[in-house]
T-cell receptor, first 118, second 115 residues
Framework: GAVVSQHPSRVICKSGTSVKIECRSL??????MFWYRQFPKKSLMLMAT?????????EQGVEKDKFLINHASLTLSTLTVTSAHPEDSSFYIC??????????????FGAGSRLTVL | AQSVAQPEDQVNVAEGNPLTVKCTYS??????LFWYVQYPNRGLQFLLK??????LVKGSYGFEAEFNKSQTSFHLKKPSALVSDSALYFC?????????????FGSGTQLTVLP
């Protein structure tokens, strides 16, 4: 089955530093990946759509200069949280769309990355 | 605008008893409906989906869900709950004419199966 690997699973950093999170589709190509943010006991909030070979599409209210997304290949998207602050502490989850031929485009999710900014 | 409602934040059920996790939705057209499960500090795992056809959809780990168009519901069910089913469950919907970006998640229901 489709597998999405996300790394690192946990990261602790100091305020003001930048953190990069990787999302890889291991056994399929993904021209589109999605980045979500999840607060405790809350649903997933779509941050941006990562498009291979082009700029990411950010949702309203998400700072594109704060959350840099790069989708350099068909199997890798990265999210860089720049100049991180404690309020950026959260659980970040990526997902990739795999065309299953039924048009429903079931999303495969990574295991998530817990970011803690001190 | 589309939306998903999971009216129960928490559902508790005894092991071996049937379980139901409720979901209602709203879309302008016809829906694609999904259930995902999330274990602590993990991403979401796909359970099942409804696209078209039989209203009763069977998925992973013995779960099933019934699409009810008149009630705009897609409740998740399992005949006999296991302690290992304890997790956070998300219902999601998108219009069939939309894209994966437009997938809307419910707020989640924490299922606890008591031994």
């Amino acid at each position: 089955g489709a597998v999405v690997s996300q790394h690192p699973s946990r990261v602790i950093c100091k305020s003001g530093t930048s953190v990069k999170i990787e999302c890889r589709s291991l056994d399929f190509q993904a021209t589109t990946m999605f980045w979500y943010r999840q607060f405790p006991k809350k649903s997933l909030m779509l941050m941006a759509t990562s498009n291979e070979g082009s700029k990411a599409t950010y949702e309203q209210g998400v700072e594109k200069d704060k959350f840099l997304i790069n989708h350099a290949s068909l199997t890798l998207s990265t999210l860089t949280v720049t100049s991180a602050h404690p309020e950026d502490s959260s659980f970040y989850i990526c997902s990739a769309r795999r065309d299953r031929g039924d048009g429903a485009n079931v999303l495969t999710f990574g295991a998530g990355s817990r970011l803690t900014v001190l | 605008a589309q939306s998903v409602a999971q009216p129960e934040d928490q559902v508790n059920v005894a092991e071996g008893n049937p379980l139901t996790v409720k979901c209602t939705y709203s879309v302008s057209g016809n829906p694609y409906l999904f259930w995902y499960v999330q274990y602590p500090n993990r991403g979401l795992q796909f359970l099942l989906k409804y696209i078209t056809g039989d209203n009763l959809v069977k998925g992973s780990y013995g779960f099933e869900a019934e699409f009810n168009k008149s009630q705009t519901s897609f409740h998740l069910k399992k005949p006999s709950a296991l302690v290992s089913d304890s997790a956070l469950y998300f219902c999601a919907v998108r219009d069939i004419s939309g894209s994966a970006r437009q997938l809307t998640f419910g707020s989640g229901t924490q299922l606890t199966v008591l031994p």
